[in-house]
């Protein structure tokens, strides 16, 4: 049974690749902060198979300690403050967890190594937020990075300190260049969510507005769901790369709200939205669009759930929520 060790477990991303490694066959090992983390207690009845080990990406030796105790064929490093809005306020927090994180779990990783005819695999959560201000549309592989805000800053660190450590020492080490992936399991803090559950609510009477900031920055946008399966295959080549994941298609803020609202029926969403400069980014990313062609061939990557389908199934997922919350 090959064995998994995920850090981020209690994230989106963490419980789709949970899933989907379990799926496989695979024994999963769950990384946990905190001595009582709650968003780990609410999934523990969903996700009985992983095993939780406790361990910070601030904390080395945690570290050290958890992949010695999982011994894992693949290690994914999903962790991370992942909120760009947080970011420009905690911007030392998340260089040490989103960028020198990163360092930590490599050094752990060769430290432990796993068997010699099987080397520990490694995978890197990059992000489509370190092309920022955008040199070239579409963005690919070789498009350089100009992040815009101090995640996408970690972030770059990251994805250098994997190269390097490829180069360097010969890890098995890939970076998956994530465009924006949504689903029903994104945090309530995130724009596409936001946006999803706050429709529910005021079809259901429960919200009057939304309070929304910039409504013009346009995001390639996926499913969690089909990006996990593209963590995975990079994973599974003979060679470690580095490679982007997107659907090749943009939309901006206003067009999700659009969406979402025409899945209750309303047609004019103005009166239910309002602009506050305080949901403004000091410095934003106006357009994101990825090439995804080197996934699509070499790993046989591509996405199946598209823009239109997403928003439906977030706006359902959240009506079904909200409606078994006001009925309790
Ligand atoms: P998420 O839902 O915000 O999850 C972040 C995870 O990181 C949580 O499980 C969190 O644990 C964990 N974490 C935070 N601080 C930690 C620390 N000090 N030590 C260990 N774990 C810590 O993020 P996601 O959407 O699943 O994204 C997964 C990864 O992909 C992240 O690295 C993100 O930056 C990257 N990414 C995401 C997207 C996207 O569109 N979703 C796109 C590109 C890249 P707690 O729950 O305990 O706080």
Partial sequence: MPRAFITGITGQDGQHLAEFLHAKGYEVFGMVKGQNNPKFTAMRDEFPYVEPVPGDLADLPSLVKALDFAQPDEVYNLGAISFVALSFNQAELTANITGLGVLRMLEAVRMVGGAQH???????????????????????????????????????????????????????????????????????????????????????????????GDLEPQRDWGYAGDYV????????????????????????????????????????????????????????????????????????????????????????????????????
């Fill in 118 to 212: 099987n080397p520990i695999r490694f995978y890197q959560a990059s992000s489509s937020e370190m092309f920022g201000k955008v040199r070239e549309t579409p963005q690919t592989e070789r498009t350089p990075f100009h992040p815009r805000s101090p995640y996408g800053c970690a972030k770059v660190f990251g994805h250098d300190i994997v190269v390097n450590y490829r180069e360097s020492y010969g890890l098995y080490a890939c970076s998956g260049i994530l465009f924006n992936h949504e689903g029903p399991r994104r945090g309530l803090e995130f724009v596409t969510r936001k946006v999803t559950n706050s429709v529910a609510r005021i079809k259901l009477g429960l919200q009057q507005e939304i309070v929304m």
């Fill in 229 to 328: 399966r593209a963590m995975w295959l990079m994973l599974q080549q003979d060679q470690p790369d580095d490679y982007v994941v997107a659907t090749g298609e943009t939309h901006s803020i206003r067009e999700l709200l659009d969406r979402a609202f025409a899945e209750i029926g309303v047609d004019d969403w103005a009166p239910y939205v309002r602009q506050d400069p305080k949901f403004f980014r000091p410095a934003e990313v106006d357009l994101l669009i990825g090439d995804s062609s080197k996934a699509r061939e070499r790993l046989g990557w591509k996405p199946e759930v598209d823009f239109p389908a997403l928003v439906k199934m977030m706006v359902a997922h959240d009506l079904e929520v909200e409606a078994a919350r006001l009925n309790r």
